[in-house]
């Protein structure tokens, strides 16, 4: 599991439009990288709209939002044109990203467990550090703390 201070793992996975997206792409900018657990449910549908919300922000402070999940492209896509999300979501079926980044684990409902997405976001530098690391956080503490760390 990558830690703050430590180079972020590259990785590359499948976006909403079935295009091949790399963490790499992206370097010379800051990325906000957020581990929802399934497109279109509540919390995530608040998470994601909260960073679409503040992307203007985002943008001008030479960053990217970049969403991942176990979500097929095609589920992705149908969600980000619903919400009118201006960012890719990365899909990771079988959740080798997740996992390595931390954010898949042991979760429990109604006293049922079960494995899943740990709602997560990370923030990476310009040069692929990580700056920031939020593992198990609500969905408006996310947006409220990413957006801190890229002002």
Same mark, same amino acid.
Request: glycine residues 8%; aromatic residues 8%.
């Given at each position: 599991?990558?830690?703050?201070?430590?180079?972020?793992?590259?990785?590359?996975?499948?976006?909403?439009?079935?295009?091949?997206? /790399?963490?790499? =792409?992206?370097? &010379?900018?800051?990325?906000?990288?957020?581990? #929802?657990? $399934?497109?279109?449910?509540?919390?995530?549908?608040?998470?994601?709209?909260?960073?679409?919300?503040?992307?203007?922000?985002?943008?001008?402070?030479?960053?990217?939002?970049?969403?991942?999940?176990?979500?097929?492209?095609?589920?992705?896509?149908?969600?980000?044109?619903?919400?009118?999300?201006?960012?890719?979501?990365?899909?990771?079926?079988?959740? /080798?990203?997740? =996992?390595?980044? &931390?954010?898949?684990?042991?979760?429990?409902? #109604?006293? $049922?467990?079960?494995?899943?997405?740990?709602?997560?976001?990370?923030?990476?530098?310009?040069?692929?550090?990580?700056?920031?690391?939020?593992?198990?956080?609500?969905?408006?503490?996310?947006?409220?703390?990413?957006?801190?760390?890229?002002?």
């Amino acid at each position: 599991m990558p830690a703050i201070g430590e180079q972020a793992p590259d990785f590359e996975l499948l976006n909403q439009d079935g295009e091949p997206t /790399k963490l790499s =792409d992206y370097r &010379g900018k800051k990325v906000i990288l957020f581990a #929802y657990p $399934k497109a279109g449910t509540s919390g995530c549908t608040t998470q994601a709209c909260g960073l679409r919300d503040e992307y203007p922000n985002f943008e001008a402070s030479n960053a990217v939002v970049l969403g991942i999940s176990p979500d097929e492209p095609k589920d992705n896509l149908k969600w980000k044109k619903a919400e009118n999300l201006p960012y890719d979501l990365l899909s990771d079926p079988e959740h /080798k990203i997740l =996992d390595a980044w &931390g954010a898949w684990g042991e979760k429990s409902m #109604y006293g $049922k467990k079960y494995m899943g997405v740990i709602r997560s976001h990370w923030v990476i530098d310009e040069d692929g550090k990580i700056l920031d690391e939020q593992i198990k956080i609500s969905p408006k503490d996310s947006v409220k703390k990413a957006s801190a760390m890229v002002k």
